[in-house]
């Protein structure tokens, strides 16, 4: 029982650039989250999914797509990297919205 | 708005004292209240989830209490060890996780 993975654990991209972070979960979990941790501003919610096949923005989604296509696996894209997106990231996933969330170990993604 | 304030920011305390982190919110609508701990560099490992409809949680020597009406939920970590120099946050489910912005401690021997 993994819990949740997330792939790649470390990257390092240039402005315009584009990459997808991989999240996959193995508790058979409805919910899905992605949020970023920067200095001094905490967790921030980017994209959550209710479900296979649905997605919602949460607090900061500009600059970010993701898809859910299967239950176990929530994606982040970035299509054009920006130096503002230089965070570390967390996926997250619980089975409800009112139920404990468990974390990922995170992607640090530095854009120059 | 939700706003979540964790204090202190840091505290530095030596091994076997009994220490508080506190968190306080500003809208008490909330499903629950989570505790986790950060260590550097990892990634956030649940230690408490309090239900609103309770008063409190407890898991060894760590004790989460939860005051809904004022906005408070405190973290009690009874004879401290250097095992626990880590980053605490508080996030409150609204049915999103709001976090605040943590207590980083340090345990020196």
């Known amino acids: 029982n993994a819990g949740v993975t997330q792939t790649p654990k470390f990257r390092v991209l240039k402005t315009g650039q584009s990459m997808t972070l991989l999240c996959a979960q193995d508790?058979?979990?409805?919910?899905m989250y992605w949020y970023r941790q920067d200095p001094g501003m905490g967790l921030r919610l980017i994209h959550y999914s209710v479900g296979e096949g649905t997605t919602a923005k949460g607090e900061v989604p500009d600059g970010y797509n993701v898809s859910r296509l299967k239950k176990q696996n929530f994606l982040l894209g970035l299509e054009s990297a920006a130096p503002s997106q230089t965070s570390v990231y967390f996926c997250?996933?619980?089975?409800?919205?009112?139920?404990?969330?468990?974390f990922g170990p995170g992607t640090r993604l530095t854009v120059t | 708005k939700q706003e979540v304030t964790q204090i202190p920011a840091a505290l530095s305390v030596p091994e076997g004292e009994n220490l508080v982190l506190n968190c306080s919110f500003t809208d008490s609508a909330i499903y629950n209240l989570q505790w986790f701990r950060q260590d550097p560099g990892k990634g956030l490992t649940s230690l408490l989830l309090i239900q609103s409809s309770q008063r409190e949680q407890t898991s060894g020597r760590l004790n989460a209490s939860l005051d809904k009406s004022s906005g408070r939920s405190t973290l009690y970590i009874a004879a401290s060890q250097p095992g626990d120099s880590a980053t605490y946050l508080c996030?409150?489910?609204?049915?999103?996780?709001?976090f605040g912005t943590g207590t980083r401690l340090q345990v020196f021997p």
């Open positions: 508790m058979n979990h409805e919910y």
């Open positions: 997250a996933s619980s089975f409800t919205d009112t139920y404990e969330q468990y």
């Open positions: 996030a409150v489910n609204t049915d999103k996780l709001i």
